[in-house]
């Protein structure tokens, strides 16, 4: 199991370095996010991977327009992948401008605590 300060230290690229790897895998602008069925945009606009079927609700169009990143569940959250959970915070910290380190430093931290809950639990 990976524990806070192992993630962190692989956020920060202590052990491997997103950045080499390319973050964004499938566009320069977006990168697509398997473990939760969603695509995140370079405008932090999170938006479902499978728009094959026409909404059929007023809920379910407002879903297809999208959600930006800081309005996310939790459980959004703790159901990314590891993987996809260090893809996603390095992918927004190259597309944004940091207005205070030490805030987006703790939101960071908070989203550490639940991404690859979901790997642990396989595991078991």
Known sequence: MVGK???IKIIKGEKMSLKDKKVWLN???????????STLTSELMVFPTDCSEAPETASEAEEMMGVHMYDVTDEWWSNLSFVDGCDVLEFIELNIDIVSETIFNDWKESK?????????????
């Open 27 to 37: 566009g320069s602008d977006y990168i697509e996010l398997d473990s939760v069925g």
């Open 5 to 7: 300060e192992e993630k």
């Open 112 to 124: 550490l605590d639940l991404i690859g809950s979901v790997d642990v639990l396989e595991v078991i």
